[in-house]
């Protein structure tokens, strides 16, 4: 969509931002920027205690935070998109990073971040790509360890389902009011969507991990590493449990446990495996 056009129309006053930034000159620019453009419901915090208490207290529509706010800040963020923090798992994240600090680069993509932009950052450049990020949000990935857009940079599979999130920040500047309820409804929804895809992601791995140990055990090449992937299956299997059991899906829950188990007994014994085994793996590969 056209920014610029959307802009002449864009409604700004429902819009909530909280700016993470330890530095309070920069902390209270972005603030007045914010403002000035119509924003009023934003707020400052300078410390990753005060960013978590926030994130708790209201379900903001965009989340802007400095890499040096803290060491666990992008544990922090990956929670929030992980939707162990706070009431608005999609919430758009910018992540504010020192361009010579790779780490803090890469963290910033695996922590499930919107948009990185390179220190120093002019307060209003946030406010630009933030309009840019709402009506131009790339498709998420979901898997087991990671919520977020799609990034070929963070070794994805090139398979990964994807699907579009909730977007509340383009939402909301294109007049939609949320009240809390609706705003819970929204996200139960959607999230629903990204558990639905995790299993799919969880799927494609566990389609691959058993190629893998069946193809070992066809060429006779029976290594220890049979037993890390008969383990990376069985920890797959439990952690699609996990999910079937949030989707309240019973039955698939239950075969996950059930097959967990006997991937972890086959585990134990993979360097003479009983041909019932070898026969369930062959079963499980093509259910998935």
Do not use: W
């Amino acid at each position: 969509m056209n920014v610029s056009k959307a802009s002449k129309r864009m409604k700004l006053d429902k819009v909530s931002v909280l700016i993470a930034e330890q530095a309070e000159p920069i902390r209270a620019a972005m603030l007045a920027m914010l403002k000035q453009q119509g924003i009023a419901q934003c707020r400052g915090v300078h410390d990753l205690k005060r960013m978590k208490l926030a994130l708790k207290e209201h379900p903001f529509d965009l989340v802007v935070a400095a890499d040096d706010l803290d060491a666990d800040v992008f544990r922090t963020l990956r929670s929030v998109r992980m939707g162990q923090l706070g009431a608005n798992p999609f919430s758009v994240i910018t992540v504010m990073v020192d361009q010579t600090n790779a780490r803090s680069l890469k963290r910033s993509m695996l922590c499930g971040a919107d948009d990185i932009l390179l220190k120093p950052v002019v307060p209003r450049k946030v406010f630009e790509r933030a309009k840019h990020i709402a009506y131009n949000r790339l498709p998420f990935a979901a898997t087991k360890d990671y919520i977020g857009p799609y990034r070929k940079q963070i070794g994805l599979h090139p398979s990964t389902p994807l699907l579009e999130v909730l977007n509340t920040l383009r939402d909301k500047m294109e007049g939609k009011s949320f009240s809390l309820e609706s705003l819970k409804e929204a996200v139960n929804t959607c999230m629903a969507q990204v558990r639905d895809v995790q299993l799919d992601s969880l799927a494609l791995r566990l389609e691959y991990t058993c190629g893998l140990v069946l193809k070992a055990y066809a060429n006779q090449n029976i290594t220890p590493a049979i037993q890390t992937n008969l383990a990376d299956l069985t920890e797959s299997l439990r952690e699609a449990a996990k999910i079937a059991r949030a989707l309240t899906q019973p039955d698939l829950y239950k075969t996950c446990l059930s097959l967990a188990d006997r991937t972890e007994a086959l585990a134990a014994e993979y360097d003479a495996p009983e041909p019932s085994s070898l026969e369930l793996l062959g079963k499980l590969s093509r259910a998935f």
